[in-house]
């Protein structure tokens, strides 16, 4: 069974960076989305970043929009997230997961397969 792994996730200063990444046990998602979500305690699980793995074409949240990059490397079958001007706001658990093109890039139940999950802490 294909499984996502995530890591890169600490804490930091605000102003810092951080880089997620999220490998896959194997090489099956030309055909996805693969997307960073994030949840912080207390509320519901958004939408942080998403990456067509066939196109390269990139989504972003508007919160995250011009602070985060996210890329794909094939030969490594890994999705990095590139975090830069972190703020307090974005403390929470990332999660990175892949949907089948054709869902909703957007929403967490379009996703079909996830990781565990990599706490990322921001102080200010």
């Known amino acids: 069974q294909v499984q996502l792994v995530e890591s890169g996730g600490g804490l930091v200063q605000a102003g810092e960076s951080l880089s997620l990444s999220c490998a896959a046990s194997?090489?099956?998602?030309?055909?996805?989305?693969m997307g960073w979500f994030r949840q912080a305690p207390g509320k519901e699980r958004e939408f942080v970043s998403a990456i067509n793995w066939g196109d390269g074409s990139t989504y972003y949240a508007d919160s995250v929009k011009g602070r985060f990059t996210i890329s794909r490397d094939n030969a490594k079958n890994t999705v990095i997230l590139q975090m830069n001007s972190l703020k307090p706001e974005d403390t929470a658990v990332y999660y990175c997961?892949?949907?089948?093109?054709?869902?909703?890039?957007?929403?967490?139940?379009?996703?079909?397969?996830w990781g565990q999950g990599t706490q990322v802490t921001v102080s200010s």
């Open positions: 194997e090489r099956a998602f030309s055909r996805y989305y």
């Open positions: 997961a892949a949907a089948r093109l054709g869902y909703v890039y957007f929403k967490s139940d379009s996703y079909q397969l």
